[in-house]
């Protein structure tokens, strides 16, 4: 099996996500990612890049979006680099589910999602760019 890349540049528009979503496919069947890992992939490159499209700019002008898949053998990286506002989402708390969902806080599960499949989840923030790095062991064909 051998290593292979994906990198894509969005804009900070949420008609994007389509176009994300396409590429990763294509990405998958041509890797031999498993449809489950693919569906994974999906959960967590959607909640990541959503969440800098709605919450990372303070103004409405466009912003680029970096999206990274660096596969080499079952480890799948994948990067999302922004210029956007700093925030680290690994620095938020875990939600508590013990806790009514109505009595519960809004926002948080979003991560706890991406963590919850993923081996690793790291933020840097480097100049004005934010980077956020999730690490997940995949199956292959």
Request: charged share 25%; aromatic share 4%; hydrophobic share 35%.
């Amino acid at each position: 099996m051998s290593d292979a890349r994906l990198a894509l540049t969005l804009q900070n528009q949420r008609s994007e996500v389509a176009r994300l979503t396409a590429a990763v496919d294509h990405f998958s069947r041509e890797t031999g990612i498993s449809d489950e890992d693919l569906h994974n992939i999906h959960l967590i490159l959607d909640e990541l890049v959503i969440n800098v499209i709605k919450y990372a700019f303070r103004d409405s002008g466009p912003h680029t979006i970096e999206v990274t898949l660096a596969l080499s053998g079952p480890r799948l990286t994948m990067t999302v680099e922004d210029d956007g506002e700093s925030f680290d989402p690994t620095a938020h708390p875990e939600p508590d589910l013990e806790v009514p969902i109505e009595e519960r806080p809004i926002g948080g599960l979003g991560i706890h999602i991406v963590r919850s499949l993923s081996d690793s989840v790291t933020y840097r923030r480097h100049g004005r760019r934010n980077t956020l790095t999730v690490v997940r062991t995949v199956t292959r064909s």
